[in-house]
Nanobody
């Protein structure tokens, strides 16, 4: 049974930091590219960051470049999103996704709220 379980969300003040985690099971994690997406209220889901299998490359949305870092630990079947210098516009539900060819798996999401 495939599972992606996100954690680490919460309420943080502007300028603060959070580290999201996504633990995977039920598939060969190391062979999948992993991404973080987010969806704010009333908006479409958007791609935040991607890391390819074996950590060959990473890509980021322009809105988070220089502030967010995606990484993975294949020994722990986990992908991370380190978020620094958070802004109110980063408020959203954050989802992780596993991708390989035409196969996609999604997690259930974790809420991140940036507010004073």
């Amino acid at each position: 049974q495939v599972q992606l379980v996100e954690s680490g969300g919460g309420l943080v003040q502007p300028g603060g930091s959070l580290r999201l985690s996504c633990v995977a099971s039920g598939f060969t994690f190391r062979t999948y590219s992993m991404s973080w997406y987010r969806q704010a209220p009333g908006k479409e889901r958007e791609l935040v960051a991607t890391i390819t299998s074996f950590s060959v490359t990473t890509n980021y949305a322009d809105s988070v470049k220089g502030r967010f870092t995606i990484s993975r630990d294949d020994a722990k079947n986990t992908v991370y999103l380190q978020m620094n210098s958070l802004k109110p516009e980063d408020t959203a539900v954050y989802y992780c996704k596993a991708m390989k060819y035409f196969t996609n798996y999604w997690g259930q999401g974790t809420q991140v709220t940036v507010s004073s």
